[in-house]
């Protein structure tokens, strides 16, 4: 049995913030995917184009989808389903299985059991990054973690006046320098405040200029290596914001920053805003790294945990409910 079949009977763990966070790509470019396989006649050549054409309208990316169309294809010949209607179930398995790309996929941020955990966080500017750090500063202290931020990002004065503030309303400590004091030097600060005082968890801001600056991506390594010297074993993760309404651009950036930094898992703010939440997919297959975090809305509580199974139902939540 797969995916679809299982998930459709787990009435009571279908998450409505998923479904109403991903309204708009459920009501923009997947709106007539429903129609579409329950009024086609047959499978045929067609009908493949023009599933390939809601896909990639939906941001899922060019490569992702005619990898998915070709592996569909090949699953419709092997099981001889001619049936448009059973292509329900096979997309939503088939798209289940990209992700997974048949490894267990743990979106849990990596953090130690016992000691002080590290958590870089790059990106470039105006992506949410500074407000996703707020709301995991939040999160981990509501579960009763000592937090400590770091306000890396020193080029830009606003950031560390930003960072200060939502420190202020968590209520948590942070490390900051004045404006263009050397943002190592932040980072180094932090360290040893978090080592001495015995803080659980501590979030670094990175600057976020345009990511094709050589600089920025010297100074991202060198942030790191402070962190490696001061926190033997850490970072935990390195987490890459991006702004899901920017699209394909976002994933220009994941791949520039790929290049150059140890990036271990993706958060994708303002998933709401699109209607074309697909790049989640794209990200996966043609990166490999898995999503931590996803933004369903402006409320502390709304940066979400990844989760594979309600983030396809809030993509088709049509096709489960009758």
Request: charged share 30%.
């Amino acid at each position: 049995m797969g995916f679809f079949s299982l998930f459709k009977k787990k009435d009571k763990q279908k998450n409505k913030k998923y479904k109403m966070g991903l309204h708009k790509t459920r009501e923009g470019a997947l709106s007539t995917l429903k129609t579409l396989l329950e009024n086609n006649p047959k499978i045929d050549d067609e009908l493949f184009d023009r599933l390939e054409e809601i896909f990639i309208m939906a941001d899922i990316g060019v490569d992702t989808v005619v990898d998915f169309i070709d592996e569909l294809k090949e699953e419709v010949a092997h099981k001889k389903n001619t049936d448009p209607v059973l292509l329900q179930e096979m997309i939503i398995d088939k798209m289940f299985e990209v992700y997974l790309q048949g490894e267990v996929v743990n979106a849990n941020l990596n953090l130690k059991k016992e000691g002080l955990s590290v958590i870089l966080f790059v990106g470039v500017n105006g992506v949410g990054k500074t407000t996703s750090i707020a709301k995991i500063a939040a999160a981990y202290k509501k579960l009763g973690k000592k937090v400590l931020l770091a306000a890396g990002d020193t080029f830009r004065a606003g950031a560390i006046e930003q960072l200060s503030l939502w420190a202020g309303r968590v209520g948590v400590d942070i490390v900051k320098k004045e404006a263009g004091a050397d943002p190592s030097s932040v980072i180094f600060d932090a360290c040893k405040k978090a080592k001495e005082e015995h803080y659980d968890l501590l979030l670094c801001d990175t600057a976020g200029r345009l990511q094709n600056k050589v600089n920025l991506m010297n100074e991202l390594a060198k942030m790191r290596r402070v962190i490696e010297n001061a926190c033997p074993g850490s970072p935990e993760e390195t987490l890459l914001v991006i702004d899901a309404t920017t699209g394909q651009n976002g994933m220009s950036q994941a791949k520039a920053f790929k290049e150059t930094t140890d990036v271990t898992g993706i958060i994708l703010t303002k998933l709401d805003g699109t209607s074309k939440g697909g790049i989640v997919l794209a990200i996966r297959h043609e990166l490999g790294i898995p999503i931590k975090y996803i933004g369903l809305g402006e409320q502390m509580e709304d940066l979400e945990v990844f989760d594979i199974e309600q983030y396809l139902y809030g993509l088709f939540a049509d096709f489960f409910e009758e």
